[in-house]
């Protein structure tokens, strides 16, 4: 299933995305099971996606992708966890630096990730200068737990999403944790796909591009550390919940790590697409 969030006049929603043609629609979440599992981390905690399967077979499709205003799709994430230098690549920081011997890790804020076809709010005078973008695979946990085994990794996966873990690098300068949570900085979606749609993880592909050009290119086979590493060791430390989620690391081709760098600009218009997900796309907003 693909599972979506959206904004309504009465506040956040969801539903199931149905269809594969251009214009798919939704059959939106009502009723008794919206009233027992109100978000997507809801269903997750309830242990309820095969409920909501049965739920929403045959109903009818009552709402479209273009009508709705995206949010990210666990957007009432307890934990929103961040893995950095997880692939070959020239630090958009430090510069040329040695693989990192263990995993490197930093949180999102609430306000900082916005939903697919939002704009991303350019920052301040200043730090608007290294204003960067990175695509990365999103882990959506299902199943919480602590000191998860590695062979246990994908049983405690429900599904998967995209995120741009935007950045600010002069800020990165003074802590991981200001350079990668400025207001509206990054975005997640448009949706999570349920991990029964996915054969094979380690073969998902990404292709980010900027303006029409594509300016990252990898798959997860070419991770540092693999996603049973990754989900062992954050759970090592933290008391992994139901519908926190996981950000698995940038390759090369962000703008801080490309020679010349690059960095956003206003009007420029990002797509991450990783295969098996779909595309998450924003455009950088005018300075307010």
């Known amino acids: 299933m693909k599972l979506v969030s959206y904004w309504t006049e009465d506040g956040a929603a969801y539903g199931v995305v149905v269809g594969e043609d251009d214009e798919p629609a939704i059959i939106p979440v009502e009723g008794a099971f919206a009233e027992h599992h109100a978000t997507i981390r809801a269903v997750l905690e309830h242990d309820a996606l095969a409920?909501?399967?049965?739920?929403?077979?045959?109903?009818?499709?009552?709402?479209?992708?273009?009508?709705?205003?995206?949010?990210p799709p666990v957007h009432d994430a307890e934990k929103v966890i961040c893995i950095g230098v997880n692939y070959p690549k020239r630090h958009p920081v430090e510069g040329e630096i040695p693989p990192p011997e263990h995993i490197t890790m930093f949180g999102k804020f609430t306000g900082s990730?916005?939903?697919?076809?939002?704009?991303?709010?350019?920052?301040?005078?200043?730090?608007r200068d290294t204003f960067d973008y990175e695509g990365e695979?999103?882990?959506?946990?299902?199943?919480?737990?602590?000191?998860?085994?590695?062979?246990?990794?994908?049983?405690?996966?429900?599904?998967?999403?995209?995120?741009?873990?935007?950045?600010?690098?002069?800020?990165?300068?003074?802590?991981?944790?200001?350079?990668?949570?400025?207001?509206?900085s990054g975005s997640c979606g448009p949706w999570m796909v349920t991990a029964d749609e996915i054969a094979d993880p380690?073969?998902?592909?990404?292709?980010?591009?900027?303006?029409?050009?594509?300016?990252?290119?990898?798959?997860?086979?070419?991770?540092?550390?693999?996603?049973?590493?990754?989900?062992?060791?954050?759970?090592?430390?933290?008391?992994?919940?139901?519908?926190?989620?996981?950000?698995?690391?940038s390759p090369a081709g962000s703008g801080g790590s490309r020679v010349p760098q690059r960095f956003l600009v206003p009007g420029d218009e990002l797509a991450i697409e990783w295969s098996g997900i779909g595309v998450l796309k924003n455009r950088v907003a005018e300075p307010g």
């Open 202 to 249: 380690s073969a998902m592909k990404l292709s980010t591009r900027l303006n029409g050009e594509e300016v990252q290119s990898t798959t997860v086979s070419e991770m540092i550390f693999d996603i049973p590493t990754m989900v062992n060791y954050v759970s090592t430390l933290i008391h992994l919940k139901s519908g926190d989620i996981i950000s698995t690391g």
């Open 137 to 184: 695979l999103v882990l959506v946990i299902g199943k919480g737990g602590r000191r998860i085994a590695k062979e246990k990794a994908f049983d405690h996966i429900a599904g998967y999403t995209i995120m741009n873990d935007g950045s600010v690098r002069g800020w990165q300068k003074h802590s991981v944790a200001a350079g990668k949570n400025f207001h509206r």
């Open 51 to 71: 409920d909501l399967k049965r739920w929403s077979s045959g109903r009818a499709l009552s709402l479209r992708l273009s009508e709705i205003r995206y949010l």
């Open 113 to 127: 990730l916005v939903g697919h076809l939002e704009t991303l709010d350019y920052p301040p005078e200043g730090p």
